[in-house]
């Protein structure tokens, strides 16, 4: 039973580049959320998608950041014209549908190098 | 409010100890609170969770103490094991909102062999 997948694990990217970070729920989950993690510091919410559907996007920076889970593939956050501050961990997690949804599973998380 | 306090930052326990790391919340709107551990370059794991139901659970050496009238709660680490060094982190969420996870800002545990 395959756990959370994201990729790429690393990404190193120029100041002005697009970042694309995928992500695989679990199997049967439903729920996606992103969370990023600077050095030194604990997750911050960004967003939670449904399929086809951003629920809660509080978290995401006005400009430069979008999510999407389509119907079929991965889950998507696209960072575009990347700097400095960009640099951090990003990981997913997702959920299930029903009473349990509270329990969310982590990815690996991909590392974001902005040069 | 939806602040999640987490203290200590850091904590150095012998083996065998008992490590206590405790998270303090605002939101009563809260009503879950898992415990993540978390190792260099990985993901966070989820370790155990209560909601405000009860006052106490635990997952063989875990334990969580949960205290609604103070909006607090904490993890103990029973005979704490070198590989328990990790990072620790509390959150919390509200079922109404989706279930993002607001978290605390982290334990560094070290335990000494």
């Known amino acids: 039973n395959a756990g959370v997948m994201q990729n790429p694990r690393h990404l190193v990217r120029r100041r002005g580049q697009e970042a694309r970070l995928r992500c695989s729920p679990m199997k049967g989950h439903s729920h996606v959320y992103w969370y990023r993690q600077l050095p030194e510091e604990g997750l911050k919410f960004m967003v939670y998608?449904?399929?086809?559907?951003?629920?809660?996007e509080s978290g995401m920076p006005k400009e430069r950041f979008s999510a999407e889970f389509p119907k079929e593939g991965p889950s998507i956050l696209r960072i575009q014209q990347v700097v400095r501050g960009d640099s951090a961990a990003y990981f997913c997690?997702?959920?299930?549908?029903?009473?349990?949804?509270?329990?969310?599973?982590f990815g690996p998380g991909t590392r974001l190098t902005v040069l | 409010q939806q602040q999640v306090k987490q203290s200590p930052q850091s904590l150095i326990v012998q083996k065998g100890g008992i490590s206590i790391i405790n998270c303090a919340y605002e939101?009563?709107?809260?009503?879950?609170f898992p415990w993540y551990q978390q190792f260099p370059g990985k993901g966070p794991a989820l370790l155990i969770a209560?909601?405000?139901?009860?006052s106490e659970k635990k997952e063989g050496r875990f334990t969580i103490s949960f205290n609604k009238s103070a909006k607090q709660f904490s993890l103990h680490i029973m005979d704490s094991q070198p590989g328990d060094s990790a990072t620790y982190f509390c959150a919390a969420s509200r079922n109404n909102q989706g279930g993002k996870l607001i978290f605390g800002q982290g334990t560094e545990l070290s335990v000494k062999p």
């Open positions: 209560i909601r405000p139901d009860v």
């Open positions: 998608l449904q399929k086809e559907n951003i629920i809660d």
């Open positions: 997690a997702s959920s299930t549908p029903g009473p349990l949804y509270n329990e969310q599973f």
């Open positions: 939101n009563t709107a809260f009503d879950y």
